[in-house]
C-alpha cells in the first residue's frame, strides 16, 4: 500500500518556567466527504503560583482556519475565559487569555479550532491496493514539548453506521486497516458520535498513556474509498505516476514513510523526486566509485611493482581541477501544472497586482465584498470559512474585524505561493517554462471569467494584451491599496522581490525568501547524504592512494 506522512512540531508554552505543568491533550478530527474538515483541542495545563497567560502553537500541516469566536478556556472553578489568537510567523500562533487576562493557581483547559484542508495538505487521500481503491489517512496533532499524563485523537469519518450497527461491525463493512505501528502504540475503540442530523456516524478514538516529550502521535489509516468523494491519489511508486483516472497526484513531502511508516526516517522531508535522486546517489558513492577507486588502487600497485615507467615531471601534462555546478533542471522542460496564481507569479506580476486579483475572484465568488480601497476595507460573511482555492483560504483568514487585511497573512500567502511552486519547477526550466505562459497569456481566448481558471487568465491575457474588460476596473484601486499593506514588497515582481532588501532584512525574513529561494534539492541532499558520502570516498579514495604509493 501506497502511503503519505507529515511531521509537526509545537515551540514549547510562551512562559516556559517553573509553576506550570502540561496535563493531558485531547484532537478530535471531523473528516468531510470532500476532504476537508475541522480540527478540535483540548488542552489542560496545571499552573501555581504564577500568572499564566498562554502558550504557542505551531506546525499544523494543513493551514489553520482558527474559530476564534468559539474558542475559550474554562478554570476548575467553572469561569470562563475568552481567547486571544495571534498570528506570530509562519505557521505559528500564540494563544492567549483575551483582554490580557491571567491564571495564577489551579488547573485550566483550552479549547480551540480550525477549518483545515486535509486533502490539499495531502493528509487524505487515495491510494491503490491492487485493483480497489482505499482512503489513506495520515494525519498527526502537534507535538508539545513537555511529557503529558495522556494524548488521545479521535477521528470522525462521513460514514453513517447502519441501525444497530457496532462500531467494530462498522470497520469490517468499511474495511477500515491501520499500519502495525498504530496498534502497537495505541489503545483503540469506537465511541458513539451522532451528527446534528441524528445519525451515529463511524468513529475511532486512539488512546496513549502517558505520552513522553515531543511525542509524536502519528495515526495512519485506510478503509474504502467510498466513504470520500477525493480528487487526488498517491503515486503508483518510486519512479511511477499517479494511476489511470480523473486523478491529480497528492502532495506527499515525506515519501521515506512508504518503506519505514511511522518510523524515525519517516519524518525526513524528501519528496518522490528527491528520494529517487538519492537513491542514484546512494548507487553511486556505495557502487560506482568504490569499484573505480578500487581498480585505481589495483592498477597503481602493478604500475609500481613492475617499475613500468619512471615518474619524468618534465614530460608530464598537469590541468588543474575544474569546478563544475550541477543542475537538477532539464533543459526545455516545462511545468505546465501550475495553477492559475502560481502562473501570475512566473509571468512577473507584481505581488500587489496579482493580490488584487486573488481579492477580485474571491469577490466574484462571494467569498468577501470590497467595501473601501482607500484605505483597503474587506468584509466576510460570517458562514464563510475558506475557498476552494489554498491560497485564496489563508487571505480570507487575514481579513480582521475591522475590515483590514492582516500583513502576515499576506506574507503567509506568498510563502504558500512560492512553496507551492517549488515543488513543481524544482526540475524545469524556467524561461521554458516563462516563455510557454507568457504565450498563453498572449493568445486570445474567448471572454469568460466565471471560473477561478477564467478570471485569472483573463486578467493576464487583459493586462499582456491590453484588453479593455471592465470586469476587472477594481483591480487597479484594489492594488494600490494591497501596496499600503504589503509596504515596499507590493510593488515588486517575484525575481525583484527576493533579492530585495525587504527579502533578507524586513518582515519577510526566514519565511517566503528562504523557503522560495533555498533549493529543495540542497536541503534533501545535504543532510542525507553528506555523511555516507564523506565515508564512501574517504575510505575508498584514501585506501588507493595509500596502498598504491602516493598519498
Known sequence: ??????????????????????????????????????????????????????????????????????????????????????????????????????????????????????????????????????????????????????????????????????????????????????????????????????????????????????????????LDAAVFDLKTMASSGLLGGTPKGPWRPAPEKYYLNRFFPGGVLASVPVSRGETAFLVLLFSVFFGVLPFVAMTRKHNSMLVAQAGISEVNWDGTEWEPPKTQVSSFRKPGKVARDLSPIEAGVILGLPLAELGALILGNMERKGLVKVLGTDPLRVSRPPHIYASNDPYETLLLGGIRPDGSVDEAALREMVKSITAGMEQKIWDADLEATKAYYRKKAETPAPAGADTDHGWYWGGYRRRFLRIDDRRYDGSAALGEGLKVSMGEAGSLNFESFRTSQSCYEGAFARDACHDACHSACHDACHSACHSACHSACHGACHGACVSGGGH
Open 1 to 222: 500500500m501506497k502511503k503519505i506522512i507529515f511531521f509537526l512540531l509545537c515551540c514549547p508554552p510562551a512562559f516556559a518556567s517553573a509553576g506550570y505543568d502540561l496535563k493531558w491533550c485531547e484532537t478530535e478530527a471531523v473528516l468531510d466527504r470532500d476532504g476537508r474538515g475541522q480540527v478540535a483541542y483540548a488542552l489542560r495545563i496545571a499552573v501555581s503560583g504564577m500568572d499564566f497567560h498562554g502558550f504557542y502553537f505551531e506546525g499544523a500541516a494543513e493551514p489553520p482556519l482558527f474559530d476564534r469566536a468559539g474558542s475559550y478556556a474554562v478554570d476548575d472553578a467553572g469561569r470562563s475565559y475568552p481567547l486571544e489568537i495571534k498570528h506570530v510567523s509562519g505557521r505559528k500562533y500564540d494563544i492567549i487569555l483575551a483582554e490580557g487576562r491571567s491564571f495564577n493557581n489551579g488547573e485550566i483547559t483550552y479549547f480551540f479550532r480550525y477549518a483545515a484542508d486535509f486533502q490539499a495538505a495531502g493528509t487524505l487521500t487515495q491510494t491503490m491496493s491492487g485493483e480497489r481503491r482505499l482512503a489513506v489517512f495520515n494525519w498527526s496533532p502537534v507535538q508539545w514539548d513537555e511529557a503529558l499524563e495522556h494524548m488521545t485523537v479521535k477521528v470522525i469519518y462521513p460514514s453513517p453506521m447502519l441501525p444497530g450497527e457496532t462500531g467494530e461491525a462498522a470497520a469490517s463493512r468499511l474495511s477500515f486497516m491501520t499500519e502495525k505501528f498504530v496498534n502497537e502504540r495505541y489503545l483503540i475503540d469506537h465511541p458513539e458520535t451522532v451528527n446534528g442530523a441524528g445519525e451515529r456516524l463511524f468513529t475511532v478514538r486512539y488512546h496513549r498513556k502517558p505520552a513522553g516529550k515531543k511525542f509524536h502521535f502519528q495515526v495512519q489509516t485506510y
